[in-house]
């Protein structure tokens, strides 16, 4: 089992900037990718960035540019540093973790808001 927090969320204007952090915990030696998706009200749940253990990064088109993923894996924990910010980045961002067995756990969820 892998237990995950997320935090850093919040309101900010649009062209500012967030940083979320998502610690794990338990069975963490296990992890292979870290990452983060987001879903705004009445929409589906949308893959936003991801991570793997040996440092290789992957965006969805809409991020690049903008957001950037990192890792500790000593700490165990995922941030996304998201800059620029638009309206239309407003969501619940939840972190998920993918172990060996490609097997997923998932967090509580921030919420983030853009807006003026």
């Known amino acids: 089992q892998v237990h995950l927090v997320e935090s850093g969320g919040g309101l900010v204007q649009p062209g500012g900037s967030l940083r979320l952090s998502c610690a794990a915990s338990?069975?963490?030696?296990?992890?292979?990718?870290m990452g983060w998706y987001r879903q705004a009200p009445g929409k589906q749940r949308e893959w936003v960035a991801d991570m793997t253990r040996s440092g290789s990064t992957h965006y969805t088109d809409s991020v690049k540019g903008r957001f950037t993923i990192s890792r500790d894996n000593a700490k165990n924990t995922v941030y996304l540093q998201m800059n620029n910010l638009k309206p239309e980045d407003t969501a619940v961002y939840l972190c998920y973790v993918r172990n060996q067995f490609h097997y997923d756990y998932w967090g509580q969820g921030t919420q983030v808001t853009v807006s003026s």
């Open positions: 338990g069975s963490t030696g296990s992890i292979n990718i």
